[in-house]
């Protein structure tokens, strides 16, 4: 099973090679030889969170009919929810060339790490707690079609497909609830949630010259987990070459 620390060292590993290419390619002196493609991207205002839902019981005064008892019933769990909408996120792409296929279609693996900053809220309304920020790391198997997976494409514009996993961290702080009744004597503690998890990613992109021959992507990211948590960025993206 992937684990938080097993998609972190992926990662990892990813960028060291990702790293001895672009020095191979360096001592090589030609463009030809690079696998790697290099770009940096905002996404503003269109980057939302949804964590897990963390359970927690439902604890309410029993009422006798004509004043409130010392005891407490259970009602049931509550689903408790935060939600995050990033006012900005910046990215960085890194997308290797695993296998050029001809000079127009190949297969990479790609990385967009994120950093978003934003406002988080918890759904219940009998707590009031509020977070901020996310991180966002993806790892995809892509099919490029057209440019920016080669440096010799014919194409003046290309499509990425591309699936994957992802770790969120969606908000990367909040504040503690606390004063919360946890069993039926009304004793009073404090709630922890779920904020980081691992999902499956999908990715589909369109990349093209804009007027000053400058190569641009339009970068649209799901993340869907059988846990109930998702999330949902368009991302604007500038690519380093040419």
């Known amino acids: 099973m992937l684990t938080k620390p097993t998609i972190i060292r992926y990662f990892i590993v990813f960028a060291f090679i990702a790293s001895s290419e672009t020095t191979k390619a360096q001592s090589l002196n030609t463009v030809h030889y690079k696998k790697l493609f290099r770009a940096w991207g905002l996404s503003p205002l269109l980057g939302f969170y949804s964590?897990?839902?963390?359970?927690?019981?439902?604890?309410?005064?029993?009422?006798?009919?004509?004043?409130?008892?010392?005891?407490?019933?259970?009602?049931?769990?509550v689903q408790y929810i935060y939600s995050t909408w990033d006012i900005l996120a910046f990215l960085y792409v890194i997308r290797y060339n695993v296998k050029t296929l001809d000079p127009n279609h190949s297969i990479s693996l790609c990385t967009i790490p994120s950093i978003g900053i934003g406002q988080s809220q918890l759904n219940h309304f009998d707590v009031s707690a509020s977070g901020w920020g996310s991180i966002n790391i993806p790892l995809f198997l892509?099919?490029?079609?057209?440019?920016?997976?080669?440096?010799?494409?014919?194409?003046?514009?290309?499509?990425?497909?591309?699936?994957?996993?992802?770790?969120?961290?969606?908000?990367?702080?909040?504040?503690?609830?606390?004063?919360?009744?946890?069993?039926?004597?009304?004793?009073?503690?404090?709630?922890?949630?779920?904020?980081?998890?691992?999902?499956?990613?999908?990715?589909?992109?369109?990349?093209?010259?804009?007027?000053?021959?400058?190569?641009?992507?339009?970068?649209?990211?799901?993340?869907?987990?059988?846990?109930?948590?998702?999330?949902?960025r368009l991302s604007w993206i500038k690519w380093l070459w040419p």
Do not use: C, M
């Open 51 to 77: 964590t897990p839902p963390t359970p927690y019981p439902d604890y309410e005064p029993v009422y006798n009919g004509s004043w409130f008892t010392n005891s407490f019933s259970n009602n049931g769990n």
């Open 142 to 232: 892509e099919f490029n079609i057209g440019n920016i997976h080669n440096y010799k494409s014919e194409k003046d514009e290309g499509f990425i497909l591309g699936i994957g996993l992802e770790y969120t961290k969606a908000p990367l702080f909040y504040q503690p609830v606390e004063g919360i009744r946890i069993d039926a004597q009304g004793d009073l503690g404090s709630y922890t949630f779920t904020t980081g998890w691992i999902e499956p990613v999908i990715e589909i992109s369109k990349t093209h010259f804009n007027k000053w021959n400058k190569l641009r992507e339009v970068n649209l990211k799901v993340g869907v987990s059988t846990n109930g948590a998702y999330n949902v």
